[in-house]
């Protein structure tokens, strides 16, 4: 169905407004790119939700990265995205520009390699990210064991989506009613976990791709539920996704990690939320390789992201937005990831809040 026939289709069941939260920072780029909130009747709100990994990974874990990295036994490898992120008190490009051998690599198997190439040194991957990046992780760590080394490492701060919606429905604060759910963890995971969740708490949950017509494909869907006074787990992304997902990914998956209480950043510690290297590939785990356990950060108190990732506020309502937080000079990783809603609303909507103020729609 072509976007104005799905727009038609969105407004006829309407009665009341709603709140739906996109979870993927992918997604909410495109609707914003492609100004897909603006095109929408204006009884439906989008909200920005967590699924950014650059965004939700602990100021925490990227100081205990730098401190890492700074190490001259070690080669620290990231996706490049993270080399901006600011810790405390620099990044991982300062640490490369002081001397640290840090490189940016494609995939965990990159690093693995460089492993096999120097095993005079040390070679630690930043393993950040949701259910998408975590199979390819665990695969390197397998890899690792399978050619005996003991020069490779992975900083892991893995994190799940189905905690997340759990704790962002369970708040007492929470406004979402209907949830996107992003296609691509679930092309990994299936969507047999959400039934529960949309049951337990009453909220639809539909599958969503990430192009213009998937997005109001998953729109259309949650409306249809909404007004019929439907809450179910429903797949609008067909094409990529099924029920029980991709079984020997979550098999390798098993193998290699176990859940974990993990922290969001600017959010705080969600139980059973995140993945760690399991006690048989402990040796894998750079934290103990490398004694980085104690390390403590205070976030900036203008940042008002954890309230923006739970759709709560929006970047415009961030006193700091486009003022003192740029992408060039960001107070948080909302404004520094390229998939942060911060930076899409910097990149997107930046003449809009200039004129209109905070009120963006
Ligand atoms: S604009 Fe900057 S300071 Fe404000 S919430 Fe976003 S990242 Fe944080």
Redesign the pocket.
Known sequence: MPVQALLAEIRRPLTRPWVLMEICGGQTHAILRYGLDQLLPPEIELVHGPGCPVCVTPLEQVDKALAIAARPEVIFTSYGDMLRVPGSGRDLFSVRAAGGDVRVVYSPLDALALAQAHPDRQVVFFAIGFETTAPANAMSVLQAQRLGLDNFSLLVSHVRVPPAIHAILGAPENRVEGFLAAGHVCAVMGYHEYPEIAERYRTPIVVTGFEPVDLLRGVLAAVRQLEAGRAEAENAYERAVTFAGNRPAQAVLRTVFEDCDRAWRGIGVIPHSGWRLSSAFSPFDAENRFDVGEIRTQE?P????GE?LQGRRR?PD?P??GAA?TPEH???A??VSSEGA?AAYYNYRRQETAVAGAEIR
């Open positions: 900036s203008l940042c008002i992201a923006v970047p961030c700091a937005f937080c960001p107070l948080g909302t404004m911060c």
